[in-house]
């Protein structure tokens, strides 16, 4: 069963999860998502537009309940981008309480949560079953739809649980969206299979995780350096059992200052919407700070050079990261050429991080190979979506998409493009109003030319500080 805590006997009334100033128990969320799940049996896929609230944890549970593959919609996906991924995704309807106020290619429809279930419940489907669809971004083009089964779900859930000894008497909190592998695979479905109470804090602020009493507290590095610059809420998590980072690279600094305000040396792991999370430290092992960790159970790791060849693991020769295992993904969604280029014979996933791992088996994530794909915020952002609708402006000739080293994002998405009389705000506003909000750059540079090499490429590393 992927969700035990929804099943067989009801665990107690009290509060299991909150959602903002929500509230709900076992029981109210079983029967609430009953009732979505006997109204989408049958469907090919359905959508929520996943809103930080107790509907959408409803909405997608009860997708998971009905067998039917859930796709979760960013919460603040712009018109092109919610036409690519309904369309693309096959769903066959869009579950919102707020539908977005965009022309919608697909049927929308509320999440009634009074809605009950059907008579008969619907039997478990088998682990091979697509659970979610998660749109990610590749180096070029639209988001692709990420296959990911029940069996790598339970499998990569319960994985970490016995990495971080994670139980029933938790209480995790975290504030992150409920459209990725980190917010809702991790930060709702790992709450429901491991049994555990769970305080989602809307938006993740650090005063807000500093009263949501959490034992088990997760963030990207952004949330943790805001919190490592606010030590009255920094101080406030020193009860807490166990800080967990991940989604991007954590700098020691950070690491640092968190250990001196609450007491705790966090825990740092990794992952990708295409494997789930394959590599963290241990509650038991060493917490090193800029290392990940060791392959979780059933994972196995390996590095690689340009060639296809071993890298030796002496902590120094950086290789690519490739990774094998059951929580690996089942393909991107009607795309079995990208699909297949993504392995190496064998069933390696491609990472595409580049990475050290020490005699020790302590795993470094150096960086990425591409520069064609930044990490802001902890969110995945492909520089070719972002050009492709700059392009599409009608003031824009050409330009180019790099993610620069920001102290706080991580990296911060900057344009630069060569225009026809177009102011940059202008085109800031024009990709926030079409893709989803954190994908716009914060800085548009305009240029009289881009920087190419002789064959007419563009040099995007010179555009780097
Ligand atoms: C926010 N604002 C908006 C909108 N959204 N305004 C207009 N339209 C919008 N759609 C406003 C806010 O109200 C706020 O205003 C201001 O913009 C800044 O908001 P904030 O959210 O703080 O923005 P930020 O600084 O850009 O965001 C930092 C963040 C965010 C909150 C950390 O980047 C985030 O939630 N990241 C999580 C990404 C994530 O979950 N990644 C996991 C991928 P005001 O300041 O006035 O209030 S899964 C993954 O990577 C793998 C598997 C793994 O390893 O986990
Ligand atoms: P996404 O598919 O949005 O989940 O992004 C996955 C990418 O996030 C990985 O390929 C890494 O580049 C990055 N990432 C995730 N966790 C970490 C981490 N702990 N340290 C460094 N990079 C990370």
């Known amino acids: 069963m992927l969700l035990p805590a929804l099943g067989g006997a009801l665990p107690d009334q009290r509060e299991a999860i909150r959602v903002g100033d ?112 998660l749109y990610t971004s590749g180096t070029t083009g639209a988001p692709k739809g990420v296959l990911l089964t029940r069996d790598a779900i339970g499998y990569g859930l319960d994985a970490l649980a016995e990495a971080w000894a994670w139980t029933p008497d938790d209480t995790l909190a975290h504030g992150l969206p409920l459209y990725h592998v980190h917010g809702l695979v991790l930060g709702v479905l790992g709450a429901l299979r491991v049994g555990c109470r769970l305080v989602h804090t809307g938006r993740p602020h650090p005063d807000r995780y500093a009263t949501a009493g959490g034992t088990l507290l997760f963030g990207v590095p952004t949330v943790w350096s805001r919190i490592a610059a606010d030590p009255v809420s920094a101080r406030a998590l020193a009860p807490a059992r166990l800080l967990v980072s991940g ?107 580049v990475a050290t791992v020490g005699p ?54 900057v344009a630069y493009v060569v225009g026809d009389g177009v102011a940059a705000q202008a085109l800031i506003d024009f990709v926030a109003g079409r893709l989803s909000w954190h994908k716009r750059p914060r800085q548009v540079h305009l240029v009289d030319a881009l920087p190419r090499n002789a064959m007419g490429k563009v040099q995007k590393r010179q555009l780097l500080p």
């Open 22 to 133: 929500q509230t709900a128990s076992w029981e109210q969320i079983r029967d609430a998502a009953a009732g979505i799940a006997g109204r989408i049996a049958g469907a090919p896929a359905v959508a929520v537009h996943a809103t930080a609230s107790l509907d959408t944890v409803v909405a997608i549970v009860g997708g998971l309940m009905a067998g039917v593959p859930v796709v979760p919609v960013p919460a603040d996906a712009g018109p092109v981008e919610l036409a690519h991924i309904l369309t693309d995704s096959g769903a066959a309807l869009l579950l919102a309480q707020t539908p977005p106020p965009v022309p919608l290619p697909i049927p929308v429809e509320p999440v009634d949560r009074a809605r009950p279930g059907p008579s008969t419940p619907i039997a478990e489907p088998p682990g091979t079953a697509t659970a979610l669809i």
């Open 247 to 353: 989604s991007a690279p954590l700098p020691v600094p950070v690491f640092d200052r968190l250990r001196e305000l609450t007491g705790h040396r966090p825990v740092e792991r990794y992952g990708m919407t295409e494997t789930l999370i394959t590599v963290s430290t241990r509650v038991d092992g060493e917490r090193r700070p800029g290392h990940v960790g060791l392959p979780l159970r059933g994972i196995a790791t390996r590095l690689v050079d340009d060639a296809g060849q071993p890298v030796p693991e002496d902590g120094e020769s950086i290789g690519e990261l490739q990774v094998r295992g059951p929580t690996l993904f089942a393909g991107y969604l009607g795309m079995p050429e990208a699909t297949e280029a993504s392995h190496a014979p064998g069933g390696w996933f491609r990472t595409g991080d």
């Open 360 to 413: 020790d088996g302590q795993h470094r994530i150096v960086g990425r190979a591409s520069i064609d794909l930044i990490k802001s915020g902890g969110y995945r952002i492909g520089a070719g979506e972002v050009e492709n609708m700059l392009l599409a402006h009608p003031g824009v000739r050409e330009a180019a998409v790099v993610g620069v080293p920001h102290p706080e994002l991580g990296q911060e998405i």
